[in-house]
RNA sequence: GUGCCUGUAGCUCAAUGGCAGAGCGCCUGACUGUGGCUCAGGAGGUUGUGGGUUCGAAACCCAUCAGGCACCCCA
């Protein structure tokens, strides 16, 4: 072991241009997610182990899992999901259904990072638990879009597909349940790798030439939802859950539009195939042209994994935000808030025996609600005080120096645009919060 | 979990077996009531870490840690 201090793979420390950042997309996520009156929740990041089990497919093996002094095993959660279905179920008799409920924290999977993926990730989830309603699916559509704009996106686009759907596509291609999984994955590959690319991965699973031919024709179809829902109800006749999928999101499509959703945001995707294995009614995520960066957010209606741990059905409807890969494009994008710094205003000291003269003025301007930050040192230069409020990118400097005492105002300067003006102390605060608002 | 690439000053990179460098940034001054621009000077390195080969290693070999790419899978 080297004595050199290091952070462990897949885990990031966020120092404070990239908190800023971060602090951002989550204030954005909690003013949109309150909004539309989802109440907050926080349960431990951990979890006793068999609680995770059997609920995520798969990616079971990505679990951390680890053995108390007392022989007991623990794991740290995977996602934000399986802790809620817990929680319902612990919690049934105080909650009231349906429940609209967020939670923001990290989660933890032993994978190879790389770039958008890291060992420790922070989620942002909402679900509706407890309605079966068509409209929660659409709210949760509703909120997703919403929160992807007040982030600063344009060009996203949040596909949706259903899971009964996906399951038609197999079943008309004359694949049971069992042996689809592949077929998903290979559709689920159809922006990456193209119809040719998707026709040869499912010929060297075995399809037949005829049925692979039927499925590519079914996930290459594009257009408004309307048209691509018709489409797809006269090529799954005869398969009634998969029309019955239809009907849904015909429903939830409906009341999209009648929530007012900009329609260039969503689209009816058949090739999409999310990999969790709960899920039982719509699915969706969102995606981003530039950069390349897989999806931004996943979700969908699981209507019986609350079941597992409460005896009793839950339809639950929700999706998950992945704050890393957020954080990330949003850099990218430089999209992130326009003010770099916490503090909106730096007080200079001018000279020890005018500090405690700035230091009232800092006071006030405090109790004003500005976010101030102070010179420490009274005898360092002046401009040294402003070169370092400006390296901090705090927005504005006052000057309290002699004259202003003695005339009774206060020098404000933009660091931003260099320009300075003399007020009244009184005035200085609204000023400030004028000019950056 | 598999295969490959990368790691040199705070940052971006150069040096292909022979004295470890540049640009930007940083510090000081020109400038005793004002940051950015300019000029002059200065500091900063056990070349990710550990071992090996060699007269000699930043470079070659092994291990390890971290980052990235393609699979796998997913946020």
Known sequence: MNNKPQNVKGMRDHLPAAMIVRQHIIETMRRVFERYGFEPLQTSIVEHSETLD?????????????????????????????????????????????????????????????????????????????????????????????????????????????????????????????????????????????????????????????????????????????????????????????????????????????????????????????????????????????????????????????GLFAGRSIPTVGLAFGIERLHDIITELGIGPAQRAIADLFMTLFNPDLADASLGLANELRAAGLRVEIALDAREKLAKQFQYADRRAIPFAAVLGPDELEQGYVVLKDLRSGEQQRLPRAALADTVRATLA
């Open 54 to 306: 059997g609920k995520i497919g798969d990616d079971e093996k990505l679990i951390y899992r680890f053995e108390t002094e007392g022989g007991r095993w623990l794991a740290l959660r995977y996602d934000q999901t399986v802790p809620l279905a817990r929680v319902v179920a612990q919690y049934q008799g105080q909650l009231i259904f349906p429940w609209r409920r967020y939670a923001i924290g990290p989660s933890y999977r032993g994978e190879r990072p790389a770039r958008g993926r890291y060992r420790e990730l922070w989620q942002a989830d909402v679900d509706i638990v407890g309605s079966r309603s068509p409209v929660a699916d659409a709210e949760i559509i509703a909120l997703l879009t919403d929160v992807l704009s007040e982030l600063g996106f344009t060009g996203f686009t949040t596909l949706i597909n259903h899971r009964q759907i996906i399951g038609g596509i197999a079943r008309v291609a004359g694949l049971d349940d069992a042996s689809a999984g592949g077929v998903y994955r290979a559709i689920d590959k159809y922006d990456k790798i193209g119809a040719d690319g998707v026709r040869e991965e499912l010929l060297r699973g075995g399809v037949a030439a005829e049925a692979a031919e039927r499925i590519l024709a079914l996930v290459t179809l594009k257009g408004p939802p309307e048209a691509v829902l018709g489409e797809l109800s006269e090529r799954l006749m005869g398969d009634d859950r998969a029309q019955a999928a239809l009907v849904n999101l015909r429903e939830i499509i409906g009341s999209v539009q009648a929530m007012g959703v900009d329609p260039a945001r969503y689209t009816i995707a058949p090739q999409l195939a999310r990999g969790l294995s709960y899920y039982t009614g719509a699915v969706f995520e969102a995606v981003v042209e530039t950069p390349p960066m897989g999806s931004l957010l996943g979700g969908g209606r699981y209507d019986e994994l609350i």
